[in-house]
């Protein structure tokens, strides 16, 4: 069992930056491929970025060149530095965690174990 804890939300203007945090659970998470996903109000979840266990990154195109994953092992800590933030942007931020290697990467039933979400508004 995997805990996630996501922090850092808030309300910015458009074109300020945040980060995110997601504190996990457990002595693997070297291991863990994780990502990101949002879910604005009415929408569907979807998938903002990934880091895999090899440190490799994948992000979803409305996010590319704006926003950056990274991790620190050792405070088995993920990040999501947001930067350029749009009012597109507003939704519910979570981080998750993906069991194994897959091309569907993208798709949130891929993975295991979700935070609580942190809210993220940006205004314009």
């Known amino acids: 069992q995997v805990q996630l804890v996501e922090s850092g939300g808030g309300l910015v203007q458009a074109g300020g930056s945040l980060r995110l945090s997601c504190a996990a659970s457990g002595r693997a998470f070297s291991n863990y491929n994780m990502g990101w996903f949002r879910q604005a109000p009415g929408k569907e979840r979807e998938f903002v970025a990934i880091?895999?266990?090899?440190?490799?990154?994948n992000y979803a195109d409305s996010v590319k060149g704006r926003f950056v994953i990274s991790g620190d092992n050792a405070k088995n800590t993920l990040y999501l530095q947001m930067n350029s933030l749009k009012p597109e942007d507003t939704a519910v931020y979570y981080c998750a965690v993906l069991g194994r290697y897959t091309l569907r990467y993208t798709r949130p039933n891929e993975y295991d174990y979700w935070g609580q979400g942190t809210q993220v508004t940006v205004s314009s």
């Open positions: 880091r895999w266990n090899s440190a490799n990154t």
